[in-house]
């Protein structure tokens, strides 16, 4: 039995019911939800879906300051996320648990949130700590029930960070694939600008979301015949602890490898 967990941050003291929720869920994801009773707890409830539970539990203070001065600094592309989430008085935490991979659990938890935020008209942001993220409910909401359940929403479990390196190189990482049962990537010797390493760490995190982790140690990745950068299984050199794949941009090329 795994668990995936996110949070909504809400505007005031408010109260999500069952009896709110369910209704949103049947209407957003009508194969999800069991039928049966609507329980008429508040404050803290679960319902039941198809594969596994739902849990919701009201916390009567914000999410504390020291998680999210991180994910609203690196915000780039949410310049206001610091003013709103400074001003938010009160969060939902949001489980789901179920036998399903990390994939699977992250969509049904994905589709879960975007419920509570139609439900929960104080809903202002998620904080998607996994990843890092800070993103605004209704951006969220759009894109969860714009992709899901046919493709996964990758920008909203992955946090990307890309910025100046040292000797005039990039450097960048992400946040959130490791959760996903994948490795994250990272890289200190991008010869490009960050805005494209940005772009490249998006779409290589998209392609092992889609595909799986399927890029060995070894392999090379590029956008053509003649790009050619070293992937290296390798242990991180920006702190996490844990395995990433490494895109290093000097290393001597092996035959080509391309992730289209």
Same mark, same amino acid.
């Given at each position: ?61 914000? &999410? ?6 991180? /994910?609203? =600094? *690196?915000?780039?592309? %949410?310049? $206001? @996320?610091?003013? +709103? !989430? ?26 879960? &949130? ?6 929960? /008209?104080? =809903? *202002?942001?998620?904080? %998607?700590? $996994? @990843?890092?993220? +800070? !993103? ?37 990482? *992400? ?86």
């Amino acid at each position: 039995m795994g668990l995936s967990m996110a949070m909504v941050t809400l505007a005031d003291l408010t109260t999500l019911t069952p009896a709110a929720l369910l209704p949103a869920l049947q209407r957003d994801w009508p194969d999800l939800v069991l039928p049966g009773d609507t329980p008429e707890e508040a404050g803290v409830f679960s319902l039941d879906l198809v594969d596994g539970t739902a849990f919701i539990s009201h916390m009567e203070a914000p &999410i504390p300051w020291s998680d999210l001065e991180g /994910p609203c =600094a *690196t915000s780039l592309l %949410w310049p $206001e @996320a610091e003013a +709103v !989430l400074r001003a938010h008085r009160m969060h939902l935490v949001v489980v789901f648990s179920g036998e399903l991979a990390e994939l699977e659990r992250a969509s049904r938890l994905t589709q879960v &949130i975007a419920s509570v935020i139609a439900a929960c /008209p104080a =809903a *202002t942001a998620v904080y %998607w700590g $996994e @990843a890092r993220l +800070v !993103l605004p409910a209704a951006l969220f909401r759009e894109t969860a029930v714009e992709c899901l359940p046919q493709d996964p929403p990758v920008r909203l479990w992955v946090g990307i960070m890309a910025g100046h390196g040292e000797k005039g190189r990039a450097a960048g990482y *992400t946040h959130g694939l490791d959760a996903l049962g994948l490795m994250d990537i990272e890289t200190d010797s991008a010869s490009e600008s960050p805005a494209d390493l940005y772009d490249r760490l998006g779409s290589i995190a998209g392609y092992l979301v889609e595909k799986g982790l399927v890029i060995n140690d070894g392999d090379t990745v590029g956008e053509s015949a003649e790009e050619k950068i070293r992937v290296v299984h390798a242990p991180s050199r920006f702190g996490s602890g844990k395995p990433v794949l490494r895109l290093d941009y000097d290393a001597p090329k092996k035959p080509f490898w391309k992730f289209w």
